[in-house]
């Protein structure tokens, strides 16, 4: 009899199982309550540039997804160029350069269900950019060249020429430098290919620079940097930063003066603004600087 007993509590406790499984689960339930018009929209995140070139593009995107949605996107300091198929990514023109100094780029969500977002403006800081082509940097560049300290910096020598659609080559790096303080006589060479990146920056490539001689005998150098370019003011301007170094690693200035790791060449074309160029610098004893020095 109690065996009989068990068997008909394990049938009962089985067909409740079974029962129970036929029904839905939370998860479902929940599902299938579900409409599209319960969602709240709310545009979570947007990706793009921390700071714009004005008449330069850039894309703008939506960072998540939900099923449905759509996005409008509008601007009233910029230009929306496009937006993609699914409306995540807009392709925006900064064309101007707001008052301000910031561009707001609006965007909205509308899930399947109809509902809209808040507008979700995202600031983008906008820096003034005046394009330029490389044949524009022909000419002669005055201002200062050489380290960031007062009696270590010098009239400008660059020359810039033949320009491509990319480069021009510069000549005169370093040459006041070069004679005034390290004591040598440029023998050979003295110019360096500059890139010309339409961005605003520049840059050389590490490359053989020129030949010196000190002592009668004759010392290779090799320079590399970058920097950046203007020509919103009244002539072109650049900021070259840049190391010249011998095949054996050792750099100048870093290596020669502690804590001055680079040169920098500050100039402008046709001299319109090169005093106004020279950096403000407090004089320094030059006591603190070893002897020259030179490796066989």
């Given at each position: 009899m109690k065996n009989n007993n068990i068997a008909r509590l394990a049938f009962i406790l089985a067909a409740m199982m079974l029962f129970a499984s036929c029904g839905e689960t939370y998860m479902e339930e929940n599902q299938n309550a579900y409409e599209a018009s319960d969602v709240i929209p709310i545009v979570l995140s947007v990706s793009g540039p921390s700071v714009a070139l004005q008449t330069f593009v850039y894309d703008l995107k939506i960072t998540y997804d939900r099923a449905g949605s759509t996005w409008s996107w509008s601007s009233a300091d910029a230009t929306i160029q496009s937006?993609?198929?699914?409306?995540?990514?807009?392709?925006?023109?900064?064309?101007?350069?707001?008052?301000?100094?910031?561009?707001?780029?609006?965007?909205?969500?509308?899930?399947?269900g109809g509902?809209?977002?808040?507008?979700?403006?995202v600031e983008i800081p906008v820096e003034e950019f005046c394009p330029l082509d490389p044949s524009g940097f022909v000419g002669s560049?005055?201002?200062?060249?050489?380290?960031?300290?007062?009696?270590?910096f010098f009239d400008s020598q660059v020359v810039i020429s033949n320009s491509t659609a990319?480069?021009?080559?510069?000549t005169g790096l370093n040459f006041g430098w070069m004679v005034e303080v390290w004591g040598e006589s440029i023998e050979d060479g003295g110019t360096a290919t500059l890139i010309i990146n339409p961005d605003g920056t520049c840059e050389i490539e590490a490359q053989w620079y020129m030949q010196t001689m000190y002592g009668g005998d004759p010392y290779d150098y090799y320079i590399e940097g970058s920097g950046t370019w203007s020509n919103c003011g009244a002539s072109p301007a650049l900021n070259i930063s840049y190391v010249v170094y011998y095949d054996d690693g050792y750099t100048l200035p870093g290596d020669w003066a502690s804590g001055y790791d680079f040169f920098y060449?500050?100039?402008?074309?046709?001299?319109?603004?090169?005093a106004a160029a020279m950096k403000v610098m407090q004089q320094t004893p030059q006591s603190i600087f070893p002897p020259k020095r030179k490796f066989d």
């Open positions: 937006v993609s198929a699914d409306t995540k990514t807009a392709t925006v023109l900064f064309d101007q350069l707001p008052a301000s100094g910031k561009a707001y780029i609006d965007v909205t969500e509308t899930t399947s509902k809209t977002s808040a507008v979700k403006s560049w005055s201002g200062t060249d050489g380290m960031d300290l007062a009696g270590y990319t480069t021009v080559d510069i060449a500050i100039i402008t074309l046709d001299g319109s603004k090169g």
